[in-house]
């Protein structure tokens, strides 16, 4: 219905009656109770702005020497301070510019590497991350909790401006692990390198297995495993690289979607979003939580676990180890080379001179009694022999620590058991191996006899030494190994044979050489002697290279592996 059909409106008046009371009175306004107003200014700047603003303005100011006032603030700022702090802050970041790292709190330092996160005091990225990583370091004994913060902060300054530093880095430094997305991300680039060398914190990581609460890490076994474990990973992804390479794609290069994360920056840290935004996205592949490849790291680190609880001598082995023949028969090699190197490293004799002495006594005593002389010979004859153990002393100064340990050892013990009678009256001195000889009589006073400068060369001593030490070798080794060259024709190989033999020192291809010899130990000894270098060192140089191109080991402990005797039949000297 419209409302023009509803019909006239009608309004009912209604009359409450009584007197109207009187209304209040409004007071008459008095001019001089009038006020001024006073205007009030708010400001919009945030306290991380007014910092940045601030910091850039007192980039350069420079402090005058000033007492040490304490300073303590959850979020330390130019305005928290007093003056006198003021004066110490700008003394003490002057000398820290300086190189001059005086002792202060730490409110101050968070100061300064608000400065450095807001680009105030370096103009190059480069030199902003050194400065970052030197005041961390000087500090983060005094300040744990610089650790805490400077990992992520460092970690962000590295994002942001593109640095090509390492984050490992950041973490080894720190001692603990940055967030996940950086973790992978780390991961991801350490996967390309070749060869690759990943961290045992890492590694840890990447396995279902945390060796670290393994009784035998506790007990016995930290040292090796921390060695080992990472070596061997390495070992056996470089030999997947080279030989298999869709398995080596599957486990470190796998086609996974990747993973945008936004990363907070410089969190619980007083900065201006406005100079490098507030979130970072980082994008990367979620490595970490890829199965085969915890798979396979988990089964390797048990698998040596187990190893070296069998070397060690340690009950109780690890069950449901699964390893791939090839990578089983790779660790075992690296193991038995290894475990074997280290133990000949270990010093093979301690030379006592104590000892010495009563064993020259001794001698001179026996010699003494089963040998006639005539009265006063035996005196001067004793004066000659000290001489000549003196001058041969000097003579060999130079050389003495360049034989072969082995050597050594023989010499003291070949001493040690020499029958007193068949000792020469002229010969009281004790050679070390290689011409080397050593005066025993230490209680002498006599003094050294005056060597004349034509008596001999380092050229002739060379030759002597050498020949002293290859005497007792059959005629046609000594021959081979003083050949001093190989030449190794490799026409006929592969071409990751050919690049193999183009990397190798001349050293590395006599040592081949000698080891496809008839006494290849007793070769490779005088090789490595000759060059200042042990034997052990020469194979394992050898096996990094065929590791590099061939992809596997061409040396099984102290021979040539038998599968590639035939590559080195061209190898002649």
Not at 129 to 153: M, Q, S, V
Not at 486 to 510: C, H, I, K
Not at 522 to 535: W, Y
Not at 553 to 560: S, T
């Amino acid at each position: 219905m419209n409302n023009n059909e509803r019909g006239p409106i009608e309004f009912t008046e209604i009359d409450l009656g009584g007197d109207a009371g009187e209304g209040m009175r409004i007071p008459a306004r008095d001019p001089a109770a009038v006020t001024t107003s006073k205007s009030i200014t708010f400001s919009m700047e945030s306290r991380e702005q007014a910092f940045a603003e601030e910091a850039l303005g007192r980039a350069d100011e420079a402090g005058e020497p000033a007492p040490f006032v304490p300073f303590m603030s959850y979020w330390a700022t130019y305005q928290q301070m007093t003056e006198a702090q003021r004066k110490w802050y700008f003394y003490w970041r002057s000398e820290v510019r300086q190189g001059r790292y005086h002792r202060t709190d730490l409110s101050y330092i968070f100061i300064y590497v608000y400065e450095l996160i807001h680009q105030v005091g370096w103009t190059d990225p480069r030199e902003g991350y050194r400065l970052l990583d030197e005041i961390w370091t000087a500090y983060r004994d005094k300040f744990p909790r610089l650790d805490h913060y400077l990992k992520e902060w460092t970690a962000d300054f590295v994002l942001i401006h593109e640095l090509d530093i390492p984050l490992i880095h950041v973490t080894q430094r720190a001692g603990s692990l940055l967030s996940h997305e950086l973790m992978d991300l780390e991961l991801v680039r350490l996967f390309q390198d070749k060869p690759l060398q990943i961290p045992m914190e890492l590694l840890l990581i990447l396995s279902d297995y945390d060796v670290q609460d393994s009784r035998f890490y506790v007990e016995a076994g930290q040292e090796d495993l921390d060695y080992h474990i990472p070596r061997i990973v390495s070992l056996a992804a470089g030999y997947l690289r080279e030989k298999e390479s869709d398995q080596w794609k599957a486990l470190f290069a796998p086609d996974i979607p990747p993973k945008t994360t936004e990363r907070y920056l410089f969190h619980r840290a007083v900065y201006d979003a406005r100079l490098y935004g507030r979130l970072l996205p980082v994008t990367t592949i979620p490595i970490r939580n890829h199965a085969p490849l915890r798979s396979w790291v988990t089964q390797i680190i048990r698998y040596t676990e187990n190893k070296l609880r069998e070397h060690r001598g340690f009950k109780g082995r690890l069950r449901g180890v699964e390893i791939a023949p090839s990578i089983e028969r790779l660790v075992k090699l690296y193991l038995k080379r290894e475990l074997t190197a280290r133990q000949e490293d270990r010093p093979a004799i301690v030379i006592d001179s104590d000892r010495l002495a009563s064993l020259q006594k001794d001698t001179e005593y026996v010699r003494s009694m089963l040998t006639v002389e005539e009265p006063g010979t035996t005196e001067e004859k004793d004066q000659e022999t000290v001489a000549s153990a003196n001058k041969s002393s000097a003579v060999h100064s130079d050389t003495i620590g360049e034989g072969s340990i082995s050597d050594l050892a023989v010499a003291l013990h070949s001493e040690d058991s020499r029958e007193p009678a068949s000792v020469p009256e002229t010969e009281t001195r004790l050679e070390l191996g290689s011409g080397q000889v050593l005066d025993t009589d230490v209680s002498s006073d006599q003094e050294p006899a005056p060597v004349p400068e034509t008596d001999y060369s380092p050229e002739l001593l060379a030759d002597d030494d050498h020949a002293a030490s290859t005497d007792s070798r059959p005629s046609e080794s000594v021959e081979a190994t003083n050949a001093g060259s190989a030449a190794w024709d490799t026409s006929g190989l592969d071409e990751e044979w050919v690049r193999f033999a183009e990397m190798l020192a001349p050293y590395q291809l006599e040592a081949l050489r000698v080891l496809t010899g008839s006494i290849p130990n007793a070769d490779l000894n005088q090789v490595a002697d000759r060059h200042g270098t042990m034997p052990g060192l020469i194979i394992d140089e050898i096996n990094d290279l065929a590791m590099e191109t061939i992809g596997d080991l061409v040396i099984d402990g102290d021979r040539i592996a038998q599968e590639y005797m035939d590559c080195f039949e061209n190898l002649k000297g």
